[in-house]
């Protein structure tokens, strides 16, 4: 049996990733695209390849579809999540889940209660390297984790320079866009969760409405590691990286902050560096396979709602810190989940 999908937002990742990871999969199928644009609906489906284009969300819900993947701007999610689990539908959502931990913990429970599949869609749980990471921790490659340093300041490509860095009441800013990602890779890599962080943000010069485009971040972890961020919208020769440092060895990571299977990891230690091995699949189809065999009652997606409360939590906490100039601890109150 196949598993029909319904696209809530004719957005830029459902066009360049989503749709495919669909696709690459046996039993994926994409059956109908919303838009709260009739016309863009259409182009869109045309552009796509799908069949039924619709301009309300009643309309989709009422499509013969078993889950909705959420892509519109960040402030929808709630609304169109709460929706689609009322309508039974499984929801993959993306990231931030809503503009408040809050919410996001509001449609979390919705999903639970309904017995409905829920997913947060952070890819870079999915990247062969990150995993990679994961596991030469887990098995104590490098010893105890002392500390991470997370790189991932890139420069917002001109298509995407929309309501990112115009519309705060859509949810724009770099923390709810790329430090989301970064508290969900750390927690996953490091098998740890984030209690405190402390944060710096800018306004560099692309984005307005008091916007931030640019921030650093401190975190303290459970276990004591202690990790740093930088998240931009506005650094054109960066590049991405990720290091974790142990008491035996270190991992160095390079370009892997990203939505592409690339990237290398390094592994130093006393007996040298040697280079990783991982897999090269596609994030986002990875991402899918999972929420398929969650679906058929197969384990659980790649990130979870609860994963999404997390890095909304850690963002959340990001910006009060950048505003009061204080370390500010990070509390996603999952224990109102049990
Ligand atoms: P887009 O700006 O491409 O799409 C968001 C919404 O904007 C669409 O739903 C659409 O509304 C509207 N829109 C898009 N293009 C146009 C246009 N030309 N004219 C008018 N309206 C338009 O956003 P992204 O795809 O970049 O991001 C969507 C969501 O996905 C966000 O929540 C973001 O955080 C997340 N994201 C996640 C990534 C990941 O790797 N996990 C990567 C990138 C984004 P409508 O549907 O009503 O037509």
Redesign the pocket.
Known sequence: MSVRWGL??????????MINAIRAQADGEVAAV????AE??EA?ARENNISVAV?TLDALLSEDIDAVY?????E??LEQGLAAIKAGKHVLC???LALTSANALKMVTAAKAAGIVFGT????RNAGTHRAMREAIASGRIGKPIAARVFHSVFLPE??Q???ITKPEA?GGVV??ITV?DADTLRFVLGDDPVEISAFTQSAGMAGSGLEDGAMCLWRFKSGVIAQSHEGFTTKFAGTGFELHGSEGSLIATNVMT?KPIGSVLLRTADGEEELNFDRED??TRSLRQFHAAIRGEGQPAATGDDGIWSLASAEAALQSAKTGKAVAIDPQLGSLA
Do not use: C, V
């Open positions: 809530i937002g004719a957005s830029t990742i459902a066009k360049q990733f919303m838009s709260s644009s863009r609906a869109y301009s959420i892509s519109t701007t960040n929808l999610h993306e990231k931030p869609n952070h890819h870079l298509n995407l929309g309501w990112r949810g709810l866009d990602h939505q994030l986002y």
